[in-house]
């Protein structure tokens, strides 16, 4: 499968989830895709539109029948996972793809396919990153510090990505996506 596949990442509470989803409403044509997790909806969530919301069971299924096309736990013991055959069937389509996934994925979708397009979110500052994952509030303050440890991690490996987006302003980045993935405005 070859394609023109564009993996996003980035550290937690970036605004990874909102940058694409403002690309995807102007760029209908675009697939964003749908990944499974085993982690429980946060309130407004809806399964099949935010996440696939699978068991624990249901996700190794996944695994088993090579649904996946890459997958990883982020955050302890939480799995997420992208399914191929969404992927698969908009590639052949011709439909540019996006895969809005973590670091260990985004290395994964690389081996498997060598062209891929891969872009980190950063954000203005360290700072940001904090106030905005405690402003959120939807972790406990566990969740918080974990997703810090992995965010300091994942800003350290920024050099393995094609383009770095910074996420200052929302209208800014998001027309810099546009740019770097060759949609037009
Ligand atoms: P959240 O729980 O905040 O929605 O997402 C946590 C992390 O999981 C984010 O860094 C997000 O990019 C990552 N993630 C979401 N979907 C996938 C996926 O399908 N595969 C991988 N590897 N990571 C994912």
């Not at 749908?34 to 399964?47: I, K, L, M, N, Q």
């Not at 982020?74 to 996006?98: C, F, L, M, N």
């Not at 994925?105 to 106030?131: N, W, Y």
Request: overall charge negative; proline content about 5%.
């Amino acid at each position: 499968m070859t394609g023109d596949v564009t993996v996003i990442s980035g550290p937690t509470a970036v605004g990874k989830g909102t940058l694409v989803a403002a690309l995807a409403s102007a760029h209908p044509e675009v697939l964003v895709s749908v990944s499974a997790t085993t982690r429980p909806p946060r309130p407004g969530e809806v399964d099949g539109t935010h996440y696939h919301f699978v068991s624990d069971a249901a996700f190794d299924e996944l695994i088993a029948c090579d649904g996946l096309l890459e997958w990883a736990s982020v955050h302890g013991d939480t799995r997420y996972g992208t399914p191929r055959a969404p992927v698969e069937s908009a590639v052949a389509a011709g439909r540019r793809v996006i895969l809005e996934i973590d670091l260990q994925g985004a290395r994964q979708v690389k081996q498997r396919l060598p062209g891929v397009r891969t872009i980190f979110i950063l954000p203005p500052d360290r700072q940001a990153l904090e106030d905005r994952l405690r402003t959120r509030g939807t972790e406990s303050d566990a969740e918080i510090v974990r997703r810090l440890q992995t965010a300091d991690y994942e800003l350290t490996c920024v050099d393995e990505f094609d383009h770095v987006v910074v996420n200052d302003d929302l209208g800014e980045a998001v027309a810099e996506l546009v740019r770097l993935i060759g949609l037009s405005d």
